[in-house]
Nanobody, 121 residues
Framework: QVQLVESGGGLVQPGGSLRLSCAAS????????MGWYRQGPGKQRELVAT???????NYANSMKGRFTITRDNAKKSVYLQMNSPKPEDTAVYYC???????????????WGTGTLVTVSS
């Protein structure tokens, strides 16, 4: 069974930095795009950034220049470096990945359970 497990959330001061990690585990043949989404208090879940298996990244406009998404295919992991976070970045951050468990299985999307990031002084 495929699982995505996030880590690295917590309290960070405005202007500080924080790095989120997400590792995939379980039986899988291929991991395609991976990404981060977030859901703030009273808000809908929104895209933060995605990255292809080849390393091409895409960001939501409000995150460009502040957040950086990377991945390590050998470790089946994706990371989000958050620099200069703002209070409005406070949210539960979710890891997402498109995974094929066997060569004949359809590609399915998987989600982690989320990690809370609180930006506050």
């Amino acid at each position: 069974q495929v699982q995505l497990v996030e880590s690295g959330g917590g309290l960070v001061q405005p202007g500080g930095s924080l790095r989120l990690s997400c590792a995939a585990s379980g039986n899988m043949s291929s991991i395609y795009a991976m990404g981060w989404y977030r859901q703030g208090p009273g808000k809908q879940r929104e895209l933060v950034a995605t990255i292809t298996s080849g390393g091409s990244a895409n960001y939501a406009n409000s995150m460009k220049g502040r957040f950086t998404i990377t991945r390590d295919n050998a470790k089946k992991s994706v990371y989000l470096q958050m620099n200069s976070p703002k209070p409005e970045d406070t949210a539960v951050y979710y890891c997402n990945a498109y995974i094929q468990t066997t060569w004949s299985a359809p590609i399915a999307t998987y989600w982690g359970t989320g990690t809370l990031v609180t930006v506050s002084s």
